[in-house]
């Protein structure tokens, strides 16, 4: 008589990323981007999408780390009046400091 086996259990992934969510209050933009460490601090690279009551949104997966980011507004480079944290960037503004864990 032979053992009938059960099949291999699917493999059990660790989650290696977190979502961040990002959000933006201006009404009047036409074109908002996100630049960061996290894309080499191009605008284009992560643009945010309009919500119809002037928000800006955007979700990105980051792996757990300690990350700072600015608000591209029409082309200008703009601070993040909600973020915790801000640090001189050395070129006359502030960054957003966002830390990410699992």
């Known amino acids: 008589m032979s053992k009938k086996s059960s099949p291999p259990k699917p493999a ?9 969510r990002f959000e933006f209050q201006h009404p009047t ?5 996100l630049a960061g460490n ?13 919500m119809p009551d002037g928000r ?16 591209v507004v029409d082309g200008v480079w703009t601070d993040d009046p909600a973020a ?4 001189d960037n050395g070129f006359g503004g502030r960054n957003a400091v966002l830390n990410v864990s699992l």
């Open 12 to 20: 059990t992934r660790a989650r290696t990323t977190a979502v961040a």
């Open 84 to 87: 915790a944290e801000l640090v």
């Open 56 to 71: 800006w949104l955007k979700e990105l997966a980051l792996p757990p780390g300690r990350y700072e980011y600015r608000f």
């Open 38 to 50: 996290f894309n080499d601090w191009h605008p284009a690279a992560s643009p945010m999408v309009a």
């Open 29 to 33: 933009a036409r074109d908002v981007c």
